[in-house]
């Protein structure tokens, strides 16, 4: 059973960064999966943020140029670097795989999930 645990979120003023972290245990191939970030705001779907594999990164357009996503295998950690945060950014941060090696911005795809952790950029 594969496990994902994030952490990281915060409060945060607009212009401001934040590193968030997921866990990924229950598997020996942990890092042969593709690891995505989700988000869901209130009133809103969940959308995809970015996306890590081992061939390959992803990013949404609207945080791309500010987001980083990175993965320490060793640490079997995937992480999701956040600067210039704006109050849109605010949402529950999820991380998530479906256990396959391509990344896939479709959050329908992904069956292990981690419990979310809140991001909140406010002055």
């Known amino acids: 059973q594969v496990t994902l645990v994030e952490s990281g979120g915060g409060l945060v003023q607009p212009g401001g960064s934040l590193k968030l972290s997921c866990l990924v245990s229950?598997?020996?191939?942990?890092?042969?999966?593709?690891i995505g970030w989700f988000r869901q705001a209130p009133g809103k779907e969940r959308e995809g943020v970015s996306c890590?594999?081992?061939?390959?990164?992803s990013y949404a357009d609207s945080v791309k140029g500010r987001f980083t996503i990175s993965r320490d295998n060793a640490k079997s950690t995937v992480y999701l670097q956040m600067n210039s945060l704006n109050p849109e950014d605010t949402a529950v941060y999820y991380c998530?795989?479906?256990?396959?090696?391509?990344?896939?911005?479709?959050?329908?795809?992904?069956?292990?999930w981690g419990q979310g952790t809140q991001v909140t950029v406010s002055s």
């Open positions: 229950g598997s020996s191939v942990i890092d042969m999966y593709a």
């Open positions: 998530a795989t479906d256990r396959a090696a391509v990344c896939n911005s479709d959050p329908e795809s992904y069956g292990y």
């Open positions: 890590i594999s081992m061939v390959e990164t």
